[in-house]
């Protein structure tokens, strides 16, 4: 017997109606549906022409016996519910029976499907008639091809976009199943090129796949129980905001869904650390008990309506707070600092009011160090008005600790010195150069063929960065300047690592100059070790917070820890 069956008229009226084939993307979310709920364990997808041309779906799932093969296609028929009251425990994608009976109502479909090596079916669709074919060779599960899409109704043809745009679109759809299903290999060819190639893996070594390898060091895990609900994934830290929305999934089990109520939830927990116009990075999922959730409320499934929607409101947001806390807590509360004796007219940078020699028993070296410092600063005054810059210190030459108005900060003076010359680097690159400072004596650098070839391509980006160099016979060049923070001392390790970055790179990655410039920031930012005096510490903060991201380094960790008074009082015992 079957497992495929007719739903009653009731049952049909009872299930929320409409077009599910709106253009290829539509075919290929649909049909990985079915892939996800036939229980496969490898989902291949192949397009051409952006899906406009064709599209195939192929996975390794349960499969269908001949009869059921073709009853699949008619309207109404599912495996997946049975009475009206399954509607309120749905737990697979699909439970519409309608799919691919629209499908094959806009289309021409040919399947293919196999039921534990069996010697399988294969039956073609055009115009609503099903003929059976000789079973071509599939070793196990189902695969299903489109072509010719709306040959059917010319009107909707016309409005398909360029094969580009559709297979955005197409590109959107497997992204959102490769978040969702980390366990699922999945293969996204077009035009005979590999698009994506991902096996069972994490969904943290997913998402570095999805996107790019750097995300996994700047996503923040969120795990999180209450009551019967539950909510997994990961969001991002201050290094993935963007300017622009879409890079942010929500799934109900595994549904991709769109709420506006629930985005805001995510939102709402990072307040204070983005602005308006700013949109943090999410892969959350979320685990609802079956009779919460009503995903039978639209066609295409990608809104849900839950009970109550305010307490999954607050849960998440509760999930995403609890993931940020130590970003939260990091970040302190910068009122305007005023000193107990604000004596009026000192609006003086606080190294210029210093005079002659800075105090502490530095040596000479460092003082001199100090003064090339001050003179190459690029002066932002914001700072004073929250840190007290009279009032700090460097301790366990690592450390900067300050005073401020709700209590003291400690910034990390690597962490810290990392960020400013991050941010520079990536501006220079993007624009105007950086200031470069000549050297007495022009440093010889010789390297492997490959490098120097590599090196040459980047010369046009070091330039910008400060660097100034020639090539000096085989192999091997002169550097005659480099970035005016940098010692010359660091200048071979600053260019093995900008190398190394290159090539695990390339250029095509939108990251590239993000990885030159923090490796550049790496290499050149004050180390932990390096002695400070007070006016590198009051500048290398005062730039710190003229800085957009001044809480977290380019590789994610933090540079300021917060420790504000109240929490000096608790723990004091005093209130
Ligand atoms: N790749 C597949 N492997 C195994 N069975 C499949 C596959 N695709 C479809 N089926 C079977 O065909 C039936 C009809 O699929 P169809 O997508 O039209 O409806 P559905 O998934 O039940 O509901 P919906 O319309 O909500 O998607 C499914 O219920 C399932 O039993
Ligand atoms: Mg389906």
């Not at 115009?127 to 196990?140: H, L, M, T, W």
């Not at 030459?397 to 900060?409: M, Q």
Request: aromatic residues 8%; charged residues 25%; glycine residues 6%.
């Amino acid at each position: 017997v079957g497992k495929i069956h007719v739903l009653s008229d009731d049952l049909k009226n009872k299930i929320a109606a409409g077009e599910v084939v709106e253009r290829p993307a539509s075919v290929v979310k649909e049909l990985i549906e079915n892939s996800i709920d036939a229980g496969a364990k490898n989902i291949d997808i192949s397009v051409s022409g952006g899906g406009n041309a064709s599209i195939q779906v192929a996975d390794d799932g349960s499969g269908l016996e001949s009869d059921d093969l073709k009853l699949a296609f008619s309207r109404h028929t599912t495996s997946k519910i049975e009475s009206p009251e399954d509607l309120h425990r749905i737990s697979t994608l699909g439970f519409r029976g309608e799919a691919l009976a629209s499908i094959a109502s806009v289309a021409k479909v040919r399947a293919i499907s196999t039921v534990d090596g069996g010697t399988g079916s294969e039956i073609a669709i055009s115009n609503g008639e099903i003929s059976e074919q000789v079973p071509g060779s599939i070793v196990e599960g189902t695969s299903i091809s489109v072509t010719d899409l709306f040959f059917s109704v010319p009107a909707r043809r016309k409005f398909l976009k360029s094969a580009k745009v559709e297979f955005r679109h197409v590109i959107q759809v497997v992204r959102r199943f490769a978040l969702s299903y980390p366990e699922i290999a999945f293969n996204l060819i077009a035009d005979d090129k590999k698009v994506l190639s991902v096996r069972s893996e994490t969904l943290e070594e997913r998402i570095g796949k999805v996107f790019d390898p750097t995300y996994r060091q700047n996503i923040l895990a969120v795990d999180y129980a209450k009551g019967q609900f539950k909510i997994t994934g990961f969001v991002g830290n201050l290094n993935l905001v963007r300017k622009r929305r879409g890079e942010q999934f929500l799934f109900l089990e595994g549904r991709y869904i769109v709420d506006r109520l629930l985005n805001s939830a995510v939102y709402s927990a990072y307040r204070s650390l983005v602005s308006r116009g700013e949109f943090p990075f999410f892969v959350l999922n979320l685990k609802a008990p079956l009779d919460q959730v009503d995903v039978n409320v639209h066609p295409m499934k990608i809104e849900v309506r839950f009970q109550d929607e305010w307490r999954v409101y607050h849960t998440l947001k509760s999930a995403v707070e609890a993931a940020l806390a130590e970003i939260l807590s990091t970040i302190p509360d910068l009122a305007k600092f005023e000193p107990p004796d604000a004596a009026s007219g000192q609006d003086a940078l606080p190294f210029q009011r210093q005079s002659g020699q800075p105090g502490g028993a530095v040596g000479v070296d460092t003082v001199e160090r100090a003064k090339q410092y001050v003179r190459t600063i690029r002066v932002q005054p914001q700072s004073s008005e929250f840190v007290n810059l009279e009032n700090i210190w460097q301790v366990h030459t690592k450390y900067i600790v300050s005073e401020i108005k709700s209590g003291l900060v400690v910034i990390d003076q690597h962490v810290a010195h990392e960020r400013i010359l991050f941010e520079q680097a990536l501006q220079a690159l993007e624009g105007s150069p950086m200031p470069s400072q000549t050297l007495l004596f022009p440093e010889v650098v010789e390297l492997p063929a490959d490098e120097f070839s590599a090196l040459i391509d980047l010369f046009p980006f070091l330039e910008k960065i400060g660097f100034r160099m020639k090539e000096f016979g085989k192999n091997t060049v002169l550097v005659e300047g480099v970035p005016s923070e940098m010692g010359w001392e660091k200048i071979r390790g600053i260019l093995k690592d900008i190398l190394d970055s290159y090539e695990t790179e390339k250029r095509e990655h939108a990251s590239f100059q993000e990885a030159v410039a923090a490796s550049f920031a790496c290499h050149a930012a004050v180390k932990a070790g390096d002695v400070l005096v007070k006016e590198e510490m009051q500048s290398l903060v005062d730039r710190l917070f003229a800085t957009k991201h001044p809480y977290y380094c380019p590789h994610g960790r933090p540079i300021i820890v917060n420790l504000s008074l109240d929490e000096l009082d608790r723990r004091f015992e005093r209130n």
